[in-house]
């Protein structure tokens, strides 16, 4: 499956139906009053999150998402049906920005237009009907009421929102954020009968639905990230624990995009990894595509640290180690007291059983435990998994259920 872990997308939300303008027709009732209904509401846009999705890839090739607006109001004081809700099912793990204002259907994104001007929503132009036709300017709007509040409070939220602004997180199966809300249906003429207008002959137009420019990004849920300077095996390790199949080749940056893979383990246990591609130096500070990267280990339960007896010239596993809780700790504080475990690749050659000894005895003297493994023949990999099942297991007794601790950043 393709991995795609951010896109761009626009939200429109429904408008409100237009309120009628209506007359009571009944027999022997001459003169019968407005009777116009009201326009229905909008609907929303909400994303549900769904743990069964793990891509944002169905996103990716329809950019425009529009929830049905509501219906104009009908005769005999009737309300139209409000509108359906757009509900689009995302990844758990997805963080939900605010990119802008959406303009007309058809308009450039404000990333590519000359000015930010001229993406000002126009959804909620006010208009007036009279029996389903247009009435064209001057347009009376009433000084006070339910329309004029959801104008206000549309125009709050859009004046309120920046660019970059988080909307939402969403990180447990089921949650659902509401990212455009409808608009308000108008009312219709029965409203305005007063001891001096009797007979109104307008109505209320429905408010317009929030249009917004959205960023999604998708940062993976797993139970164990693995993490590894470029070439040090990551790749043939997830194919040989999983039927993950990412790219595996003798050159660094062989894994480009995050890879997921799910383990089998005995007694219907299963464990879920994550392939980060490789670390350089400075990915904290954004080298490379470092910060990419580096936020899908955020909500990784175990952190997997594998080493190279052979790394790049100039390094050795130890001080590639130390280089890595480097970058994690630069990075922010979300990876305090996260559960490690530590593993040397490569052990079936003579480079590798050179460089166990002194590692394991380096290691031993910080009170952490050394797994020799070879992702290749598999020597060491049962008791490398049995050892990452127990520290994920400890770590999901031990977390209350519910939603994950949120994102830094």
């Known amino acids: 499956m393709r991995?795609?872990?951010?896109?761009?997308?626009?939200?429109?939300?429904?408008?409100?139906?237009?309120?009628?303008?209506?007359?009571?027709r009944e027999k022997f009732v001459p003169d019968g009053g407005p009777a116009g209904g009201d326009g229905g509401k909008g609907g929303d846009v909400v994303f549900v999150a769904d743990d069964h999705l793990t891509?944002?890839?169905?996103?990716?090739?329809?950019?425009?998402?529009?929830?049905?607006?509501?219906?104009?109001?009908?005769?005999?004081?009737?309300?139209?049906?409000?509108?359906?809700?757009l509900r689009i099912r995302v990844p758990v793990g997805t963080t939900v920005f605010f990119e802008a204002l959406a303009g007309e259907p058809g308009e450039?994104?404000?990333?590519?237009?000359?000015?930010?001007?001229?993406?000002?929503?126009?959804?909620?132009?006010?208009?007036?009907?009279?029996?389903?036709?247009?009435?064209?300017?001057?347009?009376?709007?009433q000084k006070s009421g339910p329309i004029r509040r959801a104008q206000a409070e549309k125009e709050r939220r859009d004046t309120e929102l920046e660019p970059g602004a988080q909307?939402?997180?969403?990180?447990?199966?089921?949650?659902?954020?509401?990212?455009?809300?409808?608009?308000?249906?108008?009312?219709?003429?029965?409203?305005f009968r007063s001891?001096?207008?009797r007979a109104p002959d307008f109505a209320e137009p429905g408010v317009g639905g929030d249009a917004y420019w959205l960023r999604l990004e998708l940062r993976l849920l797993a139970d164990v990230g693995i993490v590894g300077?470029?070439?040090?095996?990551?790749?043939?390790?997830?194919?040989?624990?999983?039927?993950?199949?990412?790219?595996?080749?003798?050159?660094p940056f062989t894994t480009l995009v995050p890879q997921l893979g799910v383990?089998?383990?005995?007694?219907?246990?299963?464990?879920?990894?994550?392939?980060?591609?490789?670390?350089?130096?400075?990915?904290?500070?954004?080298?490379?595509?470092?910060?990419?990267?580096?936020?899908?280990?955020?909500?990784t339960r175990v952190l997997l640290h594998l080493l190279s007896p052979d790394?790049?010239?100039?390094?050795?596993?130890?001080?590639?180690?130390?280089?890595?809780?480097?970058?994690?700790?630069?990075?922010?504080?979300?990876?305090?007291?996260?559960?490690?475990?530590?593993?040397?690749?490569?052990?079936d050659t003579p480079e590798g059983q050179e460089a166990m000894g002194p590692l394991r005895k380096l290691l031993r003297a910080q009170g952490i435990p050394l797994f020799p493994i070879s992702a290749r023949t598999g020597e060491g990999v049962p008791e490398l998994l049995e050892a990452l099942w127990r520290r994920v297991d400890m770590v999901r007794r031990g977390a209350a259920s519910g939603p994950l601790p949120a994102p830094q950043g």
Do not use: C
Not at 263 to 285: K, N
């Open 263 to 299: 383990v089998a383990l005995a007694g219907e246990r299963s464990l879920v990894v994550a392939d980060v591609p490789g670390l350089i130096h400075g990915a904290s500070e954004g080298r490379g595509l470092g910060l990419d990267f580096l936020r899908h280990l955020e909500r």
């Open 311 to 347: 790394p790049t010239p100039g390094r050795d596993p130890m001080a590639d180690l130390k280089a890595l809780e480097k970058e994690l700790t630069q990075y922010g504080t979300m990876f305090e007291g996260r559960p490690r475990v530590v593993a040397l690749n490569k052990i």
């Open 55 to 85: 891509t944002l890839l169905d996103l990716k090739f329809r950019q425009h998402f529009a929830a049905e607006s509501g219906r104009p109001g009908g005769p005999n004081k009737m309300t139209g049906r409000s509108g359906n809700d």
């Open 229 to 251: 300077f470029p070439n040090v095996g990551k790749s043939t390790f997830i194919r040989a624990i999983s039927r993950a199949r990412p790219k595996v080749a003798d050159y």
């Open 3 to 24: 991995f795609i872990d951010q896109v761009r997308i626009v939200v429109r939300a429904g408008r409100g139906g237009d309120g009628l303008v209506g007359w009571r």
């Open 167 to 191: 909307l939402g997180d969403l990180t447990f199966h089921g949650q659902e954020l509401v990212v455009a809300h409808g608009g308000l249906g108008g009312r219709g003429n029965v409203h």
């Open 195 to 197: 001891s001096t207008n």
């Open 108 to 141: 450039r994104p404000p990333w590519l237009a000359d000015s930010l001007d001229e993406e000002l929503d126009q959804i909620g132009a006010i208009t007036w009907t009279d029996d389903g036709t247009d009435i064209p300017e001057p347009v009376r709007v």
